[in-house]
């Protein structure tokens, strides 16, 4: 886990998450980052990547260019003042995806993803706010870092750039961040991060957005999904001379107290949440593993000979595990979808969604019941765990 230094996690969690900034010296001191800016650039030419590069030709001119590139992009480039950013980082390359163990003291299903970026000197992204939560881990090199709480609306924005910046930015704290320091910045706070070296690099570890239109989308989606919302909206007793073209507030209420029925169901509530925190974007969906054919598929016996001598089992980056106690029972999530847990253990399912790799160990322990290998050997099949090399 990250360290909090004289901000202990609990006031952090109060006074801090999705409230106010916090700068973090030596949250991790000894980390070193796994990904050189070459090879970023390395990721930049590939299709499946999602790449930009933003470049300051002057105080308010930015210019973005989306990838994938090529070798001339970079050789086209100044030799200052441009970032490159690389999103989904945590889900292409294995040591990136560790970094997320260490912001365990939050829900997992709440990471959005890990976006690093790689600037020259005086190279940034402009002045912005975001809608989101996201902590800004100085990987390597120094980033001035500028803060304000003033002016986050999109009335605020420069009209005609390709990019959200803040027309007005007055700042409120400056700070100069190195190596393995963090800085936590809820929703809505602007902020603006300049390049100090030509080895300046960035990760933002962002957290997922919730819109309140999205949710009940979502929710309504999940509804008509399940068929578990048919009762018939009943009228308000009429009243005599009453005016055939007016909606009174008792039509309108009753339909109030049919949507609030359906709303004060717990047990629905938390089902429809849990595949609604576990689904994939569009990005996300299109990078998950091939399963197995029939013909690469062993039998279930072979599988739980394998489990014997293999290390254990690793989850693949991409996929999104969460469960919930409902009524009894828990209930496994996975990328959108409730999932059949074929009789497994709760404790097990549990320590499934919670761990990002199980030990052979572990396994082991939990192989007296056989749902728990039935659940292992589906989510194989199809490639959501993969046996640790």
Aim: proline share 4%.
């Amino acid at each position: 886990m990250i360290h909090f230094n004289k901000t202990s996690l609990s006031t952090f969690l109060n006074q801090y998450w999705q409230k106010k900034p916090l700068v973090i010296r030596g949250a991790l001191p000894d980390f070193e980052t796994p990904v050189s800016a070459e090879e970023l650039a390395g990721l930049s030419l590939e299709d499946e990547v999602e790449s930009r590069i933003v470049i300051q030709k002057s105080e308010t001119d930015y210019e973005l260019k989306k990838g994938p590139f090529d070798e001339l992009t970079y050789k086209n480039l100044p030799e200052d003042n441009w970032t490159l950013l690389i999103q989904g980082m945590d889900r292409l390359v294995p040591e990136v995806t560790d970094l997320l163990n260490d912001f365990d003291f939050l829900p997992r299903w709440r990471i959005d993803d890990i976006m690093i970026s790689y600037a020259t000197k005086g190279g940034n992204v402009g002045p912005h706010f975001d809608h989101y939560d996201v902590f800004l881990l100085q990987a390597a090199g120094k980033r001035n870092w500028k803060l304000t709480s003033q002016d986050c609306s999109e009335d605020n924005y420069i009209q005609g750039v390709d990019l959200r910046l803040m027309q007005t930015f007055r700042v409120e704290e400056d700070y100069i961040f190195e190596k393995g320091d963090i800085l936590y910045i809820p929703p809505k706070w602007g902020h603006h991060g300049v390049a100090l070296d030509d080895e300046c690099m960035t990760y933002s570890i962002g957290y997922r957005t919730y819109r309140g239109q999205e949710l009940w989308d979502s929710f309504g989606d999940h509804l008509s999904e399940m068929g578990s919302f048919k009762d018939l909206y009943i009228d308000p007793t009429w009243q005599e001379n009453l005016n055939p073209g007016e909606i009174t507030d008792d039509a309108s209420e009753q339909a109030q107290a049919l949507l609030k029925s359906v709303l004060d169901d717990k047990t629905l509530m938390k089902t429809w949440f849990g595949r609604f925190a576990t689904q994939l974007d569009q990005v996300a969906a299109q990078q998950l593993p091939e399963p197995l054919t029939e013909e690469e598929t062993p039998t279930f016996e072979d599988f739980m000979g394998a489990l014997q001598v293999e290390p254990g089992l690793l989850k693949d980056a991409v996929c999104r595990f969460a469960y919930a106690e409902i009524e009894g029972t828990t209930q496994l999530y996975i990328n959108g979808a409730i999932w059949n847990t074929f009789g497994a253990n709760d404790k097990f399912i549990a320590k499934l969604a919670n761990q990002s790799f199980l030990t052979q160990q572990e396994i082991m322990l939990a192989g007296d019941i056989e749902g728990n290998i039935k659940l292992l050997f589906d989510l194989w099949k199809l490639q959501y765990l993969v046996f640790i090399e």
